[in-house]
């Protein structure tokens, strides 16, 4: 006798669109919270959470010991500081828990799972998924979203779906082999939503190819060290970010970079004159490292300029900086000029960096921009223009520093659009 599968779903009070952290999370809040409500997850990939499998090196950084509001950047501090305190880090550590997945903490707070697999991550979530009763049809692209009877329409590669209400969990556009190609954008603004223009936010930057034989990016490929960035717009400083920089054979990565490139690009999206400098002290001042190099100088007169300079950065920083600025490493530091020294101070203090752009979504953690958080309501994050519409993780103007800040904004924005969910009549 053959047994028949059940028919699958056309009709559901809730359709999330997008299996990522922020759908997933939002299926399994809403069921908890609400199981007599019927909830349908639709992805377009034959295997879910592929961004969840490649974050953090394949480790997925869960979350972080410690974040706020100002971890943040995009939309309205206020609202982002609302969702937050709706689910907080503890909470987050207690979910996980509760599936089956210790966190453990590492340097700047990180929080990973015990086993440093995001598979575990991923598999614990769509066990829970099952667990909850909410249904997932993998290979179900989402291609329009219209109003019908009170409710949505959902057009998929497989038929259509009725909803009361939808969640666009799409996410943005970063790491598009995963998924993530910016089509909630576009169904977003067919229900009445506008769009923040987007950029790569958490990209590696590019730096120009200048007449040297060697670039002084390719010179230092591989070094990595502390650093702090400083954009400059119209002549202002704009941003100062401090963090490990690692110089590459493109231009520049590491958290410090990640963390800049959003404020960057839009800045260039907005056609502003921004320039990038690199301090290889961070937080001495010019007038700081003018006088610790004139104390060196007289503690240690028979030291080389070279020998000086690698007390303070990598050796191979210091091989290439000296010279880029054409100084004579083999100097002895009771005879190196002053105008030679000032310059070296400079350079440390100030270091431009010639950067022509990013590696692009392709290699973005994030997306900085989307659907603006004035027009969604802070309770529940549901539309203000198209009712019965929510709207959860990278899909909303908000993105998150490196270091587990963009999870916590998922599970955060999860569960309270599940309140809004399981509360709505629709």
């Given amino acids: 006798m053959v047994t028949l599968a059940p028919p699958l779903p056309r009709s559901c009070d809730a359709v999330i669109v997008g299996a990522g952290a ?3 999370a939002t299926a399994i809040f809403t069921r908890r919270l609400n199981p007599s409500r019927s909830v349908c997850l639709l992805d377009g990939a034959k295997k879910p959470g592929a961004k969840i499998l490649v974050s953090g090196g394949a480790r997925c950084n869960v979350t ?7 971890d943040f950047w995009g939309g309205k501090r206020t609202i982002v500081r609302r969702v937050l305190r709706a689910f907080p880090v503890g909470e987050t550590i207690a979910f996980f828990e509760a599936l089956g997945v210790r966190l453990h903490e590492e340097p700047g707070g ?15 979530l769509l066990r829970e998924l099952d667990a909850s009763g909410a249904t997932l049809l993998a290979s179900h692209r989402v291609l329009d979203i219209s109003r019908e009877d009170g409710g949505f329409r959902v057009t998929t590669s497989h038929g259509a779906f009725h909803a009361g209400a939808v969640v666009l969990a799409t996410g943005g556009q970063s790491l598009p082999k995963t998924g993530s190609d910016g089509a909630g954008y576009a169904i977003a603004r067919g229900l009445g939503h506008s769009i923040i223009p987007t950029t790569p936010g958490l990209a590696p930057l590019l730096l120009e190819k200048d007449a040297a034989a060697t670039p ?3 010179a230092l490929s591989g070094v990595a060290h502390d650093a702090e960035l400083t954009l400059w717009i119209d002549g202002s400083v704009a941003e100062r970010i401090r963090g490990s920089l690692l110089w590459t054979h493109f231009g520049v990565s590491g958290p410090a970079a990640l963390d800049m ?25 010019f007038a700081d490292l003018d ?8 503690a240690r007169p028979k030291a080389s300029v070279q020998t000086a300079l690698a007390t303070l950065v990598p050796a191979s920083a210091a091989t290439a900086i000296l010279r880029r600025l054409t100084i004579d490493a083999t100097t002895a530091l009771a005879h190196f000029p002053r105008d030679n020294r000032r310059r070296l101070v400079a350079a440390l203090a100030a270091w431009p960096l010639p950067v022509t752009g990013s590696r692009g979504y392709a290699f973005a953690e994030v997306t900085a921009g989307g659907v603006p958080l004035d027009e969604i309501d802070p309770a529940t994050l549901e539309s203000r223009v198209c009712p019965g519409l929510f709207l959860v993780g990278e899909i909303l103007d908000v993105d998150g520093r490196i270091g587990g800040f963009n999870f916590q904004w998922a599970w955060s924005s999860a569960r309270v659009a599940a309140v809004g969910l399981a509360q709505t009549g629709r």
């Fill in 22 to 24: 922020a759908g997933l």
């Fill in 216 to 218: 002084f990016h390719e």
């Fill in 291 to 298: 006088r610790r190099w004139t104390a060196i100088a007289g």
């Fill in 64 to 70: 972080n010991v410690t974040v706020a509001d100002t």
């Fill in 110 to 124: 990180k929080l990973f799972p015990d086993s440093n697999r995001a598979r575990d991550v991923l598999d614990a």
């Fill in 261 to 285: 490139s959003r404020h960057w690009l839009r800045a260039t999206l907005e056609r502003r004159d921004a320039r990038l400098t690199v301090s290889f002290c961070p937080g001495s001042s």
